[in-house]
């Protein structure tokens, strides 16, 4: 079976599981599962929604997927993407009278900068001092939130509002809305995510630096032994992942929000996760995970208001069961002797292992 | 010999068959049997189906047809513990000792994991006077001195192992298998293992041995059963065992030439050719440690000669490779791991030089930028990809070489006519440059490894264990692509625990012992005994 149709497999097997729950809280399953296609897919304005939810996973997807590639597990993007979305705002309010081409430019420069920074924080310290990067990208999330708080309510407070948020970025800075999709926060923004796709692709497949990380992440040996230079290899992977984490900048502050919101992302850098996950890091599969995470997300949302019993937190319920097919998928091919013959009899993806297995309890 | 009067016999396979969901068999009507108080030899190729058969002799694998007897009777294990609790015990390549317990406790552990009690195990207590006893008199018996009191860790490899066997026949075992028994062993104490086995042999113990060292087989054998893609090819008994060429024919299925005839040889290189690779005086020492990790390396590597560096693995050969692989990396660890990277009687760093650079500069990736080959021990965990297609693993290490990118792109044409070339001329199989590497068997992987490292023509070679694990047939090939290496100028540096290999191949060579460099020998003193006695640590 390929990698595609077991993603597939996967989604399908989480989607049923996730709602059947709804059966247990009373609601019709088929029913909210038309709810949930019907509020993404429904209309134009819900397309646009869905599109506008899938752009930052887009990005923190391409993150994880990268990390991934790379043998590292990258759980900064949340931090990464604060980061980045601040050093966009900031840059945007330090420079307001940059003409238009220059304007987002820079800012999402800024952006890419400033998750590039949280991301090679991480880089530096697993290389040099071998911390953990999944530690000390967690912890890095936690400063950032206090860092964005910090700067937000003290130095760049919007005065005519009470909520904690910047002041707006200038008109150049804005980027055109899509006019296929009106009233929705869907901006040009979402064709920077579709470049960044193929971008990371090539860069990963096509150049002898991905070949490095793609190297590291089969083997740390075999990448000191090639010359892929480990040390550095693992700075620049977390690095560039920070960066295309804090691209998401582009469509929050640059294409929708047009200011920086304390606490703006429901959890893109931990959904991105899941995104690269249901790819299993390939960063082509970014496209289709994202847009499935993106109309979960917009979906569930109208269940709060079209259902009696289930709330929008059943797609977390959902998302839960998707990666845990996800993984147990992986399960099957790993558990081994026993997996193989038990499980593989279901899956029939069963195959001989000949050797290495005798050494267990003979003695 | 010993056993052959007696025709009983102990174990006998009838007809076993396993065959695997996708209709590959790994036995395929094996029958062979083996007789009560002789040493039986099991060789075949890797995948040839030992460890199979062997599975099924301890219940960890079913046989899909035929059975199996035990004395006679039948038998079929339902897990390893049966098989011990019927007599049956396995001396395994890697010892399965706790290194920080001493001798005596290794056996009670052993004891109580297969000991039918009620008694919870966590509850029963040890007998560790009785079973004192019971070992000092096994001991005595069997001529396998031990001392049960020292931490196994602090034991030498040889008495490990005898502690292995002892570990069996307190359990009463008397059938014993030792799976690749003389793998990390020096020449002398592999003698002394095999009288140690005549003797258990001599007092009615039967034994099997899986080897691929075709000379213990000539030298020691009862009886042979050679397998060959999961059958039975032949089964033969003293006085009819067939010579080293004959097994070697059998194993493969077509005649192998071991000989590296018709290879040209031109004379070693005199003391002005050019000096390629250069050792002065390098030591390292562990702080802490009461043994250097390498003490004192000197040597060279001149353009048209093959430098072999023989040795009991864990002698310093790692040491040297890693050094190897990026000297730069390996400087830098040594100061952060607060070791000692120690320059006899001199004050700037020891002198190290590759292709006429200091080689302290260098890392992994500036070597690649040299004419520069190295072949690491380990093939699938530092040489290959093993997840990777065939075709991406000949660009391992070469990525940076305008050869393969160009404008910061890869040149995939460029790749894959190398390839396909690479894997033409040492004749990788099969020639699918997109199936994985770690799909291949040994030997295909390491005719990969070998074929790229070569494909630039590098002028200095670094090889590594080139033929572990790998199939005869293979073995063949990668011998004499070394030689004609050599033939063309380069200079070899070849490492390796199979002293065979080290004696036919190099020009020169030295022995690794506990960190020291002995040697060189060349010339007349480039024989068996004398650096079989350099690797036991004895000079002459």
């Not at chain 1, 000390?136 to 130095?155: E, K, Q, W």
């Not at chain 1, 013959?341 to 267990?360: A, C, E, H, N, Y």
């Not at chain 2, 020292?150 to 008495?159: F, H, I, N, P, Q």
């Not at chain 2, 000539?218 to 050679?226: C, L, P, Q, S």
Request: aromatic share 8%; with cysteine; charged share 20%.
């Amino acid at each position: 079976m390929t990698a595609f149709l077991r993603s597939l497999l996967a989604v399908v097997v989480g989607l049923a599981l996730g709602l059947a729950f709804t059966g247990f809280a009373g609601e019709n399953p088929l029913n909210v599962g038309r709810i949930l296609f019907l509020s993404a897919f429904g209309s134009q304005y819900d397309v646009g929604m869905t599109l506008a939810a899938a752009t930052p996973l887009v990005f923190t997807g391409l993150s994880v997927s990268l990390a991934f590639q790379a043998g590292l597990f990258n759980i900064g993007a949340e931090g990464q993407l604060a980061v980045g979305a601040l050093a966009a705002t900031l840059f945007a309010l330090a420079f307001p009278s940059l003409p238009w081409p220059l304007a987002p430019l820079g800012a999402a420069c800024a952006g890419f900068a400033g998750g590039a920074f949280w991301g090679f924080v991480p880089g530096w310290l697993l290389a040099k001092r071998g911390s953990h990067e999944v530690i000390s990208t967690i912890m890095l999330n936690f400063i950032a939130a206090g860092v964005a708080s910090y700067v937000v309510l003290y130095h760049v407070a919007n005065p005519e509002t009470s909520n904690p948020e910047t002041r707006y970025v200038a008109e150049s800075y804005r980027l055109s809305p899509l006019s296929a999709f009106p009233d929705t926060p869907a901006s040009v923004a979402v064709f920077l995510a579709l470049a960044a796709i193929p971008l990371v692709w090539v860069f990963l497949s096509k150049t002898p630096t991905g070949f490095d990380l793609r190297t590291l992440g089969a083997s740390e040996a075999a990448a000191l032994q090639s010359g892929a230079r480990p040390a550095r290899a693992k700075i620049l992977a977390l690095t560039l992942a920070g960066g295309l984490a804090g691209l998401v900048a582009v469509p929050e502050i640059l294409g929708s929000a047009h200011r920086f919101r304390l606490g703006f992302s429901p959890d893109y850098g931990f959904m991105g996760i899941a995104v690269a996950l249901l790819g299993r890091g390939h960063p082509l599969a970014v496209l289709p995970s994202a847009l499935l995470f993106g109309a979960l997300q917009k979906g569930t949302a109208d269940l709060d208001f079209q259902t009696e019993r289930v709330s929008r937190d059943i797609a977390a319920i959902i998302q839960a069961f998707v990666i845990a097919a996800v993984a147990a998928d992986v399960l099957v091919d790993r558990v081994g002797i026993w997996g193989r013959t038990v499980l593989g009899k279901v899956f029939r993806s069963s195959s001989p292992d000949v050797d290495g297995t005798v050494k267990k309890g003979a003695a | 010999m010993s056993g052959a009067a007696s025709h009983a016999l102990a174990v006998e396979y009838r007809n076993v068959s396993r065959r695997f969901d996708n209709g590959v068999y790994a036995n395929r009507n094996v029958s062979f049997g083996v007789a009560k108080g002789t040493l039986h030899f099991l060789v075949g190729e890797n995948g040839a189906g030992k460890t199979t058969a062997l599975k099924v002799l301890f219940g960890l694998v079913k046989p899909t047809e035929g059975s199996l007897l035990l004395h006679g009777k039948p038998f079929a294990p339902a897990s390893p513990v049966e098989a011990v609790s019927r007599g049956i015990g396995m001396v395994h390549q890697h010892f399965m000792l706790s290194e920080t317990e001493t001798a005596l406790d290794n056996v009670l552990l052993v004891v109580e994991s297969v000991r039918n009690s009620p008694v919870p195990r966590a509850l029963r207590p040890l007998h560790r006077a009785e079973a004192l006893q019971k070992l000092e008199a096994l001991a005595r018996e069997f001529g396998l001195p031990v001392d049960f009191h020292r931490l196994v860790k602090d034991l030498g490899v040889g008495e490990q192992q005898r502690l292995e066997i002892l570990k069996l026949l307190f359990l009463d075992a008397d059938i014993l298998v030792l799976d690749e028994p003389t793998a990390v062993l020096t020449p002398f104490e592999a003698t002394a293992l095999f009288t140690t086995l005549k003797r258990l042999v001599a007092q009615g113990k039967s034994v099997i041995v899986v080897t691929h060292k075709l000379r213990e087989v000539t030298a020691h054998a009862d009886a042979v059963t050679v397998l060959r893609q999961g059958k039975v090819v032949a089964s033969l008994v003293r006085p009819h065992l067939p010579s080293i060429e004959e097994l070697a024919n059998l194993m493969v299925g077509h005649t192998v030439d071991l000989s590296l005839q018709g290879v040209l040889r031109s004379p070693a290189p005199g003391p002005d050719a050019e000096v390629l690779l250069r050792f002065e005086s390098i030591s390292l020492l562990e702080k802490g440690a009461a043994k250097p990790r390498l003490s004192n390396v000197t040597f060279e590597v001149r353009a048209g000669e093959i430098v072999g560096i023989a040795g009991v693995e864990g002698n310093g050969q790692s040491d040297l490779l890693a050094l190897l692989t990026s000297p730069s990396a390996w400087a830098e660890s040594c100061q952060e791991a607060s070791r000692v990277l120690k320059n006899e009687g001199h004050k700037k760093a020891p002198r190290f030089e590759i292709l006429g650079h200091d080689a302290w500069t260098l890392d992994a990736r500036s070597l690649r930028a040299l004419s520069w080959g190295f072949v690491p021990e380990d093939r699938l965990a530092q040489g290959l990809l093993p997840d990777s297609p065939v075709e991406e693993n000949y660009l391992l290490g070469r990525q940076h070489l305008p050869a393969y990118s160009r404008f910061g792109f890869l040149r995939r044409k460029a790749l894959h006519a190398t390839a396909q070339a690479a894997s033409e001329a040492f004749d990788v199989r099969p020639r699918d440059l997109t199936l994985p590497a770690g799909s291949l068997s040994g030997g295909n992987q390491q005719k990969v490894l070998l074929a790229r490292e070569m494909a630039l023509a590098p002028r200095l070679l670094v090889v590594a264990q080139p033929t572990r694990g790998v199939d005869v047939g293979a073995i063949e090939v990668i011998h004499r692509r070394l030689l004609e290496r050599r033939q063309a100028g380069a200079g070899l540096l070849l490492v390796s625990s199979e002293l065979d290999e080290v004696l036919a191949l190099a020009d020169r060579v030295f022995v690794f012992h506990a960190g020291a460099l002995l040697g060189p020998f060349e010339g007349e003193r480039k024989n068996e005994t004398d650096v079989g006695l350099a690797m036991g640590g004895l000079t002459t």
